[in-house]
């Protein structure tokens, strides 16, 4: 049998092959007809209305949930972006269950999630930047050092800073990144690697009682730069607890104390902070810089865990200065994501 083409009338009465916007406009006019046969539009569906306006709220008033019961309001401020895959969801249940109640009610947390996080939808990254700056969470249990630190430097950042190192792994960090980068710092479990002198390095003190923050200025072309590596305590998601994360909520106010005293104008930020810029318990850090993610990324930037991301918890933050550009990098050995950016020093042009 010979197959049939699809056929419509055209303007002079024959006929040719029917456009696909024809059969999608003529689908929508039957789906509408039957709705408009069926009284039951505007009854139906009122659950998924009710569950897509709690979902707004809940996106709407997030900084409002409360921290006293395990965290709850930072746990939720972690993942944030992601209640938006419940829009698509309800959107569909609410055309099977032909709801015009419900499909009206998603247009609300559908315009609250675009309000939040629309603006990370789009690439605002540019090409130019004096400085290019990277960080890494190795893992402690990194099988192959060598390898990542290889990687890293391959990157092309000028200054690039490193958390999680054991001691026993710290020499084999610095043969792998000494041909590339002259001037390098241990504090503790951070180090900070550069191609230009850095003076001034010291050991900032997070309130944890073993060193895992640091704080150098670094010498560049354009003038000093403070630079600051920081590996915040880690979080846990309990059963019986919640999302435990004191420890780290009082180091990110010591570190936050620690750079609001900081006397140079121009301020990066470099590290795992365990905690996205939604999360209000980094305040005291989030408050004083600006993301490069955010002010000059293209996308979400998620970092954490490396064989799925779902969360930006490695940050680079700057003051004083402008970002140019923020990516991730390729994955390593580690269960982190390396990050990196590029940012202009030379403000004044």
């Known amino acids: 049998m010979a197959q049939q083409a699809y056929v419509t009338e055209t303007a002079d009465g024959g006929s040719g092959p029917e456009r696909p916007g024809a059969r999608l406009r003529r689908l929508g006019r039957r789906l509408l007809a039957g709705w408009r046969g069926d009284p039951r539009v505007w009854r139906r569906g009122l659950v998924l209305a009710v569950l897509a306006l709690l979902l707004a709220l809940v ?145 900032v003190d997070i309130r944890l009682g073993w060193k895992r923050a640091m704080r150098a200025t670094v010498a560049t072309p354009k003038g000093p730069l403070a630079v600051y590596v920081a590996h915040m305590p880690s979080v846990r998601v309990k059963m019986e607890a919640g999302f435990t994360a004191r420890q780290r909520d009082k180091s990110a106010d010591a570190l936050g104390e620690a750079i609001s005293d900081e006397p140079l104008g121009r301020v990066v930020l470099l590290g795992d902070l365990n905690g996205t810029m939604n999360d209000r318990s980094l305040n005291g850090v989030t408050s004083q810089l600006r993301s490069t993610q955010g002010a000059a990324g293209s996308g979400f930037g998620f970092s954490w865990p490396a064989s799925f991301p779902m969360a930006r918890i490695d940050q680079i933050m700057v003051k004083g200065v402008e970002p140019e550009s923020s990516w991730t990098l390729p994955r390593t050995n580690s269960d982190h994501l390396p990050v990196a950016a590029r940012v202009k020093l030379d403000t004044a042009s």
């Open 59 to 203: 996106m709407l008033v997030h900084a409002h949930i409360p921290n006293r019961v395990g965290n709850l309001g930072s746990l939720t401020e972690t993942f944030l972006p992601w209640l938006g895959l419940a829009i698509p969801v309800l959107l569909v249940l609410g055309l099977i269950r032909r709801s015009a109640t419900a499909l009206i009610a998603v247009l609300l947390p559908a315009t609250v999630w675009l309000n939040l996080f629309g603006g990370l939808l789009t690439d605002k990254s540019g090409s130019g930047g004096d400085l290019m700056v990277a960080t890494h969470n190795v893992n402690a249990d990194n099988p192959d050092p060598a390898a990542t630190a290889t990687d890293v430097a391959g990157s092309g950042a000028d200054v690039l800073a490193l958390e999680e190192l054991p001691a026993s792994s710290v020499p084999v960090y610095e043969k792998a990144l000494a041909a590339t980068y002259e001037y390098h710092a241990v504090v503790g479990t951070v180090g900070l690697w550069s191609k230009y002198p850095m003076t001034d390095v010291r050991a």
